[in-house]
């Protein structure tokens, strides 16, 4: 799908056309100078501190052995 449209700065009017496809997976384009900005990062570990970092490792080694706990008890 191509539209277009005008408008005017101070130095006069000109048009722009873009081009858009609608339905597609992966259709949609930009220029490179253009880029989307970053997106937010709920949980990054590039982004935590080392205080963070070590608590969530803390955290995720007691899941773990919580489990072979489990796995290990007799039936």
């Not at 005017?8 to 220029?31: I, K, L, M, Q, W």
């Amino acid at each position: 799908m191509v539209h277009s449209h005008t408008h005017r700065h101070d130095d006069g009017a000109h048009a722009h056309a873009h081009a858009h496809a609608h339905g597609t997976a992966g259709a949609h384009r930009h220029a490179p100078e253009l880029p989307h900005p970053a997106q937010a990062a709920t949980l990054s570990l590039l982004r935590m501190t080392l205080a963070q970092r070590l608590g969530l490792a803390i955290f995720l080694s007691g899941v773990l052995w919580g489990l072979v706990w489990l796995a290990m008890r007799p039936a």
